[in-house]
């Protein structure tokens, strides 16, 4: 490929506009990267609202609203913990992603516009940002979770190994099945599966039996050995995966903890009855109908070939039996209860009640916690009894020690359906509606204030002229930003994060959810996604400008609905390669845009799994 250049200088031009903005010349850099750096550890609980759904890469909540503030007309409403302040003004995201844009900016008051190619941020931005009452959605919760419970959750039962009583399991740990020429052998991560101050628990590789159990069971018929065992000790060959096998049919149970009433936290082998649950949910599996196989297709994609590497074909496969019987039970349920039906007379566009649309998002980004990908890591001292959930790396990771969670447990522990509705939704709400902030001490304590006057939502409406009618309006557009329905000079301010150029992994990856959504709200989108769409350098394609090509035309349209003089567009933009972000310069040159000023702000958790011991760049310039 060859590299192309702009000098910085021949962008960085000023403009001769009469009019100037606070940001044009100022920005309170040194206050934003302070609350960057402690919002960037905890982003989910800096800002609860936008993170109902599964999705990648989302900035700092902080670091936009202080943009946002720069815009503000007043200059005594433009300090950061003052409520409001772009009343009436219009805010376009093209690229919305996670949404941040759009919930900064319609707490200050203004009318909000989203675009993204990829349904899901569509989708997640209208539930969160429709208003519902709290008490409401969680009376439809308890509804939908009764009824989840009555169907599916005597499959989710085990028994004390002490009294015999039945309880709710939390989850059930899998041994990953190889083979050499001496025949089968298991898996895992390692014999110890608990350690507190007071007791381990370990499981033995010879009995399968597991300290914690009052009494032993026979001698198990397969090796149980550790992953960094490579090779059989008899044969010599290296152990082969399963590939001809469903992958959720190439682990083996060999353990499973639950909570008894009498006796406290259990690990107990599985026993006969145990066994006859999973035996039960198998023979269920077959006459289970999700539409079209083809449909849940694994197609080959940055990340996504990774499944297909290890003979992972379709998204079916990586769930449990019980799994699958979970997610036909709740998609049952939501297309009963919650059927889509048109906005109105004027658009085709299907819509489908708010609460519906909440409890189906609240399900999909569940999956996370609840596969065949999932893998253990309870036997930390820190985190005792934790869940490796499917994205932990950006990436999908086969695990050695599967962890099958338990979705409709009553309790809510890690990752199930319960602790998910009050961590992503009832946290979430709670906040929108008394957004709180964090103000930085001199000696960097994180102290809380509640910004009185602003609320996390709006109205939404269906096309321009719409926009203005009511206070705080949101229209989301899922499209191509590269056409966009508005008319010219249209737009105050656009703040966006553009994509990372050389990698389409997030659409990629979401693939995991839309095949599931698509039936947990049939009709409400167009859940299909051609990647090759996106603003993305592909590395292995003919054409290397798909990128700069992309974002050209993109900021060509912002360029066209964006005000004279008045306008400004403000990004960020996250990479370590030259080679990006020269494209994006000539994309940007291309549109006639010209830099007025540029700031650097911290972004990334560094100790942030899917970047640790990287080259990666951990602040972002905009």
């Not at 190619?117 to 989708?123: A, G, L, M, Q, T």
């Not at 447990?409 to 939704?425: A, K, V």
């Not at 499209?479 to 105050?492: I, T």
């Amino acid at each position: 490929m060859v590299m192309r250049q702009l000098t910085f200088d021949e962008l960085y031009r000023a403009s001769q506009a009469t009019v100037n903005l606070g940001i044009d010349e100022t920005f309170p850099e040194a206050f934003a990267n302070t609350l960057a750096q402690a919002e960037a550890y905890n982003k989910h609980l800096f800002r609860p609202h936008t993170y109902l759904h599964k999705w990648w890469a989302r900035r700092c909540g902080s670091t936009f609203r202080t943009i946002l503030k720069q815009f503000v007309p007043d200059p005594a409403r433009r300090d950061y913990y003052a409520p409001g302040g772009l009343e009436g003004k219009i805010v376009l995201d093209p690229m919305m992603g996670g949404g941040t844009t759009l919930h900064e900016a319609i707490r200050l008051g203004a009318h909000v516009i989203g675009v993204d190619i990829d349904p899901i941020p569509v989708v997640q931005a209208r539930a969160t940002l429709t208003s519902i009452a709290l008490v409401d959605l969680e009376a439809a919760f308890e509804d939908f979770f009764a009824t989840l419970y009555a169907e599916v959750g005597a499959l989710f039962q085990t028994d004390c190994p002490i009294c015999g009583h039945t309880v709710d399991m939390q989850y059930t740990l899998y041994g990953l099945r190889k083979r050499c020429r001496c025949g089968e052998v298991v898996q895992i991560d390692q014999y110890t599966l608990r350690e507190e101050e007071n007791r381990t628990v370990r499981i033995s590789p010879e009995t399968w039996a597991i300290s914690d159990m009052p009494t032993l069971i026979p001698p198990h018929t397969q090796r149980l050995i550790l992953k960094t065992e490579r090779r059989c000790p008899t044969c010599g060959e290296a152990y082969q995966e399963l590939r001809a096998t469903p992958f959720y049919a190439r682990y083996v149970p060999f353990a499973i903890t639950g909570v008894c009433p009498h006796h406290g936290q259990f690990f107990r082998a599985p026993g006969a009855d145990d066994l006859d649950r999973l035996e039960a949910a198998n023979g269920r599996r077959k006459v289970l109908d999700f539409g079209p196989l083809e449909t849940f297709a694994v197609h080959n994609g940055p990340k996504s070939r990774d499944l297909l590497r290890h003979g992972i074909t379709s998204y079916l496969d990586v769930f449990s039996s019980r799994q699958l019987i979970y997610l036909d039970a709740a998609i049952r349920y939501l297309n009963t209860h919650y059927p889509a039906t048109p906005i109105d007379a004027t658009t085709s566009s299907p819509q489908v009640d708010p609460m519906g649309l909440n409890l189906a998002l609240l399900v999909s980004t569940s999956l996370e916690f609840n596969a065949m990908l999932c893998g253990y890591k309870g036997w930390f001292k820190r985190r005792p009894g934790a869940i490796r959930h499917v994205f932990t790396l950006h990436a999908y990771g086969l695990p050695y020690t599967a962890l099958e969670n338990n979705p409709v447990n009553p309790e809510p522990c890690s990752g199930n359906l319960r602790r998910l509705f009050n961590d992503r939704l009832v946290r979430g709400r709670t906040w929108a509606v008394a957004p709180i902030e964090r103000r930085i001490t001199a000696d960097g304590q994180s102290q809380p204030v509640k910004i009185y006057g602003e609320w996390d939502g709006g109205v939404e409406v269906f096309e321009p002229t719409e926009l203005t009618k009511h206070p705080q309006t949101f229209w989301l557009l899922h499209r191509d930003a590269r056409a966009l329905p508005l008319n010219d000079h249209s737009v105050d301010f656009i703040v966006t994060d553009p994509p990372y150029y050389d990698s389409v992994q997030y659409s990629d990856l979401a693939a995991f959810f839309r095949v599931w959504l698509a039936r947990l709200l049939p009709g409400v989108m167009d859940w299909t996604y051609n990647t090759q769409q996106s603003a993305v350098a592909f590395s292995n394609a003919a054409d290397d400008a798909n990128f700069m090509r992309t974002m050209s035309a993109i900021f060509q349209e912002c360029a066209r609905v964006l005000k004279p003089e008045t306008g400004r567009m403000v990004f960020t933009f996250h990479h370590w390669d030259p080679q990006a972000w020269a494209e994006l310069t000539l994309a940007l040159k291309t549109a006639g845009f010209r830099l007025r000023n540029r700031y650097v702000v911290f972004s990334e958790n560094p100790i942030s799994v899917h970047i640790n011991n990287l080259n990666a760049i951990k602040h972002d310039p905009f």
